[in-house]
C-alpha cells in the first residue's frame, strides 16, 4: 500500500520547469580618467543594485526555469580591459545576490587612461565568444564620452565580428562634446538595439535598472522571436 502511495504522489507531482538561459549578457563599465572616484562608486554599484532589485530578479527568473547568464568587466585605455565578474548563471535570487555583491567589493584598478570606446566593444565581443549557451547575446557598454584613442567601435562591426549579438549603451551625459549622438551611431548595434541616456552618475541606477527590464524582457517588448 505504502509503496502505491509513493508512485500515486510521483505521478501527482508537477514535473521540473525546464531551465533554459534567455540571455548571455556581458556588461562593461568605463573607468576612463574622466570618471572620477565618486562617479565609478555611483556607476558600479548602480548597476549591482539595479540587478538585486526585486524586480530585474523577478524578470530574470521568469517564466519559471528561465535564468541569464552574466559578466562583468571595466575599460578604459586602448589596452586596459579587465573582466570583473567572469561568466556567472543567475538562475536564483541567491545567485544573482552573490553576483552584486561581487561587482560592490572590486576596487578599481586604473585611473588615468583614455577612452578607447572600439577597443571596449572588441572586449565585451571576445567576452561573449566563451558565453554560455543562450538564446540571445547582449553587450552593455555605459560611458561618459566619445572615443579618444583607437578604431571606433563600428570598425570591429564591419568586420563581422558582431553577428548574432545586440550591442546596447548606456551613456553618462555631462562631457563635451555630448557623447549621445556617438553612442547612437558609433556604438548600439543589431536589431533592436538601444541607447539609455542617464543626466548624470546619480542617474544611472534608475537608468540602468529600467535597461535591465527592457533587455531582459525584450521578447514580450519588442515581440522578438
Not at 525546464?18 to 573607468?31: N, Q, R, V
Not at 577612452?115 to 572586449?123: I, N, P, Q, S
Amino acid at each position: 500500500m505504502m509503496r502505491f502511495v509513493l508512485i500515486l504522489l510521483a505521478f501527482l507531482a508537477p514535473a521540473p520547469a525546464h531551465a533554459f538561459c534567455k540571455m548571455a549578457l556581458g556588461l562593461g563599465l568605463d573607468i576612463s580618467s574622466s570618471v572620477n572616484a565618486d562617479e565609478y562608486r555611483l556607476q558600479i554599484e548602480g548597476l549591482a543594485d539595479a540587478l538585486d532589485s526585486a524586480e530585474v530578479i523577478d524578470a530574470i527568473l521568469r517564466p519559471e526555469g528561465a535564468h541569464i547568464a552574466a559578466a562583468a568587466y571595466e575599460w578604459s585605455g586602448y589596452q586596459q580591459q579587465d573582466t570583473i565578474v567572469s561568466w556567472s548563471i543567475l538562475d536564483s535570487p541567491e545567485a544573482i545576490h552573490r553576483f552584486a555583491n561581487r561587482l560592490r567589493a572590486h576596487r578599481r584598478p586604473y585611473w588615468d587612461f583614455a577612452t578607447a570606446l572600439g577597443k571596449a566593444v572588441e572586449y565585451g565581443g571576445k567576452l561573449l565568444e566563451t558565453a554560455p549557451a543562450c538564446q540571445r547575446q547582449v553587450l552593455d557598454v555605459s560611458g561618459d564620452g566619445v572615443n579618444n584613442v583607437g578604431v571606433d567601435p563600428e570598425y570591429f562591426y564591419r568586420l563581422g565580428l558582431f553577428e548574432g549579438i545586440v550591442v546596447n549603451g548606456l551613456v553618462i551625459r555631462g562631457a563635451d562634446p555630448d557623447p549621445v549622438l556617438y553612442y547612437q551611431t558609433q556604438v548600439m548595434y543589431g536589431p533592436d538595439a538601444f541607447v539609455a541616456i542617464a543626466q548624470d552618475f546619480a542617474d544611472y541606477r534608475t537608468v540602468m535598472k529600467s535597461k535591465l527590464l527592457r533587455e531582459i524582457d525584450a521578447e514580450l517588448i519588442l515581440g522578438a522571436k
